[in-house]
């Protein structure tokens, strides 16, 4: 499929504070993402979840379904109960010509929470570690014979945040879990996204693009910030207006097929959505152009 530049509703609809953007229609996001120049959009809370009426939204717009999150709980139950449900999500991202799974492991996470601060994220010991990484293999096999992959989202607030984390869950997964390479929360949780991206570039399946703003990465971090509070302060911008190096990044993944996704909460009453769907659409396409990923040298 070569590479496709999309994007996520979460700039102008937040799904875990849903009052941010809570009054904008999913046609108003639709259409500014089509305006800024994206091929394709993740799913959000606003979006059906029959393939039929996903479809009849999309079409008006002329935009692909790239996926979709699923929040996993395989700390819990096995990977066989975890599929059984997670089958309707799947199914609905097959109909929708979608081959990749957004996961990521959510059952004791606290990137939801407004009050808990970082510093109480979820870790796990080389038991959890080994349990996790069976399971996580398991489900990724098990998505894999329906011809989808799982790419794992590393997070901020997870179990899954920190570089040493991102390497112990390549280590302990087989080859049917991919990688979600997120540059903001590898950013933020410590890793140089270009060295993952050329440490796992033959894993990865699937990236967000979202930039950093390091002034309020720093105070969140000085001051213990929960996520939500840090997302709501600014920590997350779209490319271009940012600290990260996507030139860096992209360079590192000469062999990319698949979506870039822009992805970026912010607050869309401090940061109008298609103002900055429109900068960070047309940054990452001049970052993927000069990498040959896109455009003349790419064909």
């Known amino acids: 499929m070569g590479v496709r530049i999309g994007t996520n509703p979460i700039a102008w609809s937040n799904d875990d504070m849903q009052h941010l953007g809570g009054e904008t229609p999913l046609e108003t996001c639709l259409a500014e993402a089509k305006q800024a120049g994206f091929e394709g959009m993740e799913l959000g809370n606003k979006f059906p979840r029959d393939a039929a009426a996903l479809t009849a939204a999309l079409a008006p717009f002329g935009l692909a379904c790239v996926s979709g999150w699923y929040s996993a709980e395989l700390l819990l139950r096995e990977a066989e109960d975890e599929f059984a449900a997670a089958r309707a999500h799947v199914d609905l991202l097959k109909a929708m010509g979608a081959d990749v799974v957004v996961v990521a492991e959510t ?4 990137h939801t929470q407004l009050t808990v601060p970082l510093s109480r994220r979820p870790e796990l ?10 399971r996580l293999t398991a489900l990724g096999d098990l998505m894999a014979q329906e011809g989808m992959r799982l790419a ?5 607030g997870t179990v ?10 390549m280590s302990e997964t087989g080859p049917s879990v991919h990688l979600l390479l997120d540059t903001g929360h590898a950013s933020w949780g410590g890793a140089d996204p270009a060295r ?18 390091s002034e309020v990465r720093e105070k969140a971090d000085a001051e213990d910030w929960s996520f939500l509070n840090s997302v709501l302060a600014g920590v997350y911008t779209v490319p271009g207006d940012g600290s990260v190096d996507f030139d860096a990044v992209l360079r590192a993944l000469p062999d990319y097929a698949g979506w870039v996704v822009v992805e970026a909460e912010q607050d869309p009453a401090k940061a109008h959505p298609l ?13 993927l152009e000069r990498a040959g990923l896109v455009g003349e040298r790419a064909r």
């Open 160 to 169: 899954v945040q920190s570089e040493a984390d991102i390497h112990r869950l």
């Open 196 to 213: 993952l991206a050329e440490r796992y570039r033959h894993r990865i399946a699937h990236v967000h693009a979202k930039d950093v703003r």
């Open 107 to 110: 059952s004791n996470a606290i």
């Open 125 to 134: 010991d080389d038991a959890g570690w080994a349990l996790f990484g069976r």
């Open 275 to 287: 103002t900055y769907a429109k900068l960070g659409y047309a940054t990452l396409r001049g970052v």
């Open 152 to 156: 794992y989202h590393h997070h901020m």
